[in-house]
């Protein structure tokens, strides 16, 4: 049953399960990956995941970086992904710019994020997976109906974490 052209994706939190969180990650020369998540990223890739990133980045919103902050590392951060053997597209990468106080429908715990990527992708979102560092991921992923859900330990890697 279902539908096999359905896409399961593996729904990633940026700073903290991508790239050490060192506190409003903006520019390129701080951004450092967590260490054996490019590996497990290209793993989950080959049984037929497609990565997606969901990152709240109410630094934006709070006037610490620019949305061209964002995208400049964005890009360093995608670049390097295609360097180990990932494939991903701008297209993959959500984020919600606002600040916590705004209400948007966006920013996690809110489901925004997923259900955009879903509706883009034609995500089935049953069969997908999200990693999260956070309360609030974990939270936003199950509000959007997303099926298996990890809370990893912030910039501790995913370790022996199985698909």
Request: charged share 30%.
């Amino acid at each position: 049953m279902g539908d096999r052209a359905a896409v399961k994706a593996l729904f990633l939190d940026r700073d903290g399960v991508i790239n050490v969180d060192h506190g409003y990650v903006s520019r390129v020369e701080d951004f450092e990956f967590v260490p054996g998540i490019l590996d497990f990223i290209k793993t989950a890739q080959k049984k037929g995941y497609l990565p997606i990133v969901v990152t709240n980045q109410s630094g934006i919103g709070r006037g610490y970086y620019s949305c061209e902050d964002f995208e400049k590392l964005t890009d360093h951060m995608l670049e390097k992904m295609r360097e180990a053997g990932i494939e991903i597209e701008r297209s993959q990468v959500f984020f919600c710019p606002h600040d916590p106080d705004e209400g948007c429908a966006c920013r996690k715990p809110m489901p925004g994020m997923f259900l955009e990527a879903a509706e883009k992708f034609g995500i089935d979102m049953k069969n997908s997976i999200m990693i999260g560092d956070k309360p609030s991921d974990i939270e936003a992923a199950k509000r959007a109906g997303v099926g298996r859900t990890f809370l990893v330990e912030k910039n501790q890697g995913v370790g022996e974490l199985k698909l």
